[in-house]
């Protein structure tokens, strides 16, 4: 089992930056991919940003440019750097961390609020 606490959120004018830190403890050795989800009010659950162990990123559309996913493997932790933050991306920031195996964990999630 692997566990996952996120921090980093928080309340940002437009055009701000945040970066969310996501810790994990547990089976760290057997994650192969560490991804970020949101999720807004009335909304589903969608994907930001993905990393996977052989060092490969995938980024959703609407944050490409904007957000970069990294990992301290000496940590265990992983961050999502978020610049040039818009109201679209009010949410509640979750990471995600995938066994080999399969085995899915989730955060509890953050909250990040940009005002206009």
């Known amino acids: 089992q692997v566990q996952l606490v996120e921090s980093g959120g928080g309340l940002v004018q437009t055009g701000g930056s945040l970066r969310l830190s996501c810790v994990a403890s547990?089976?760290?050795?057997?994650?192969?991919?560490t991804g970020w989800f949101r999720q807004a009010p009335g909304e589903e659950r969608e994907f930001v940003a993905g990393r996977w162990s052989s060092g490969n990123t995938a980024y959703a559309d609407s944050v490409k440019g904007r957000f970069t996913i990294s990992r301290d493997n000496a940590k265990d932790t992983v961050y999502l750097q978020m610049n040039n933050l818009k109201p679209e991306d009010t949410a509640v920031y979750y990471c995600r961390a995938v066994e080999t195996g399969g085995n899915v964990s989730w955060g509890q999630g953050t909250q990040v609020t940009v005002s206009s």
């Open positions: 547990g089976r760290t050795f057997n994650i192969y991919n």
